[in-house]
């Protein structure tokens, strides 16, 4: 009896200290979704150059312990701020494709996407307070998204292999499309030349062939 007791208040006090940690890893996410976000509202609004870890600090409502516990240098933060930016463009997308398994309706769901994607995102406000800052997130996010894309698009490549009876060079596609997202930044095209999009790239891809 005694050995069964104290198994079972083994088992309490373990659960117990999981559900503790969990709860402040949750809490932790929390912080550093956080301060990423307040780090975004002070890039976009100082540039990279005048950011200031108090800045970011009263922004996210957090002191500097908290901020230390977490970053241990404004340069670490930037870093970190770009790799977040990065994978949350990559997952937003995966999440926006994923629900289609026709491969036409997850094509129409990809520039869905990018089209709303160069309308509401922040890089091109980024490039013009942070140029040098951008231009590296632009080749991070550059070579990423070649791979990323094959992945999301999969399904759609492997069904225009099969109706237009040619194999595609998937790989040069995709640079071209994050070619084309980068450029945009750039210089910005109309709605209605977006709405074309679609097309020409199918356009585009019968032209490749690996």
């Not at 036409?104 to 980024?126: C, H, M, P, T, W």
């Not at 109706?163 to 995709?174: H, K, P």
Request: proline share 2%; charged share 30%; aromatic share 10%.
């Amino acid at each position: 009896m005694f050995n069964s007791s104290n198994r079972e208040a083994g088992v309490a006090a373990s659960s117990l200290t999981t559900t503790v940690a969990r709860r402040r890893n949750k809490r932790s996410e929390n912080t550093i979704e956080a301060i990423l976000a307040a780090a975004e509202v002070v890039i976009l609004e100082s540039g990279v150059e005048r950011v200031s870890i108090l800045d970011v600090c009263n922004e996210a409502g957090i002191s500097r312990g908290t901020f230390y516990r977490y970053f241990s240098s404004q340069d670490e933060l930037l870093e970190a701020f770009s790799r977040h930016k990065r994978s949350r463009f990559h997952q937003a997308l995966a999440d926006a494709v994923g629900p289609y398994d026709d491969p036409d309706e997850r094509f129409d769901a990809f520039i869905r996407y990018l089209d709303n994607y160069l309308q509401v995102g922040r890089s091109r406000k980024l490039l013009m307070v942070a140029p040098d800052y951008a231009m590296g997130w632009f080749l991070r996010i550059f070579h990423d998204s070649i791979s990323r894309f094959q992945s999301d698009l999969t399904i759609v490549f492997d069904a225009w292999e099969e109706r237009s009876g040619v194999v595609i060079d998937r790989e040069l596609v995709c640079e071209l499309i994050i070619r084309y997202i980068l450029s945009e930044q750039l210089v910005p095209s109309s709605k209605q030349a977006r709405k074309a999009l679609p097309n020409r790239i199918k356009r585009l891809v019968l032209a490749f062939r690996a």
